[in-house]
């Protein structure tokens, strides 16, 4: 994939469910159709198959367990995601915490399988942390502005600069990505100037009357 990269993550929103993650997904593959831009969608466990059969859009689970496949009851493994045909992974979501330990395991088994991994942080030091385990993203996210509607890009753009900074100190090979509160173009434009490879976003678009619409505006400046 070259280009940034726009990750809609549909969170359990019912908003985000079933035929409407289908419908979310459709409107992700038309705008990348139409605009050129990377447009990937991580959907709820239950449709994730169903979307990377039928859309042709880069589907991340929004969360692996660090485990083999095995006796491991109401675990997911990278293989099973894998094998329903996602692209990679988020790890560590702000609403999906895990320990480091939890963090290197996932990292660990989504490289087992191919899956590309996205570790999501909280500040700058754990983005630093994670640029350590050599992920190909990280993506830092103000925990206290998600879903809030309040873009870090505007609201704290320092936090944004530092963790660039931060990551291409440990490891310049990391990608990173911010999110919380994204809903524009303007959001996007002041991410990618400030050193980011592209954003993660949730309510903008899965709340969004018009998804289409919302993603045809977040990719409107680039
Ligand atoms: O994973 C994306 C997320 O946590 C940001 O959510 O609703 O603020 O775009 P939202």
């Given at each position: 994939m070259t280009g940034p990269l726009i990750i809609v993550n549909l969170k359990a929103y019912a908003e985000g469910t079933g035929e409407q993650a289908t419908r979310i997904a459709a409107a992700a593959r038309e705008v990348a159709e139409e605009s050129g831009a990377v447009i990937g969608v991580a959907p709820a466990y239950t449709d994730l198959g169903i979307i990377a059969r039928d859309y042709d859009v880069p589907v991340y689970a929004q969360h692996i367990d660090g485990v083999v496949p095995g006796?491991?009851?109401g675990h997911v493994t990278a293989e099973q995601v894998r094998a329903a045909g996602a692209f990679g992974t988020l790890v560590n979501h702000s609403e999906r915490r895990l320990t480091l330990a939890e963090i290197d395991a996932a990292l660990s088994a989504a490289r087992r399988c191919g899956l590309q991994a996205v570790i999501c942080t909280n500040n700058v030091a754990t983005t630093a942390a994670a640029a350590a385990l050599a992920p190909e993203y990280v993506a830092i996210e103000p925990p206290e502005l998600i879903?809030?509607?309040?873009s870090v890009s505007k609201a704290d753009p320092g936090i944004i600069e530092r963790s660039v900074a931060a990551v291409r100190a440990v490891n310049p090979e990391v990608k990173v990505l911010t999110g919380a509160g994204i809903s524009t173009g303007e959001c996007v434009k002041i991410a990618l100037e400030l050193g980011t490879d592209g954003v993660l976003l949730a309510s903008g678009v899965v709340?969004?009357?018009d998804p289409a619409a919302a993603l045809r505006d977040l990719v409107s400046l680039l």
């Open positions: 006796a491991h009851t879903g809030t509607g309040v709340k969004a009357r």
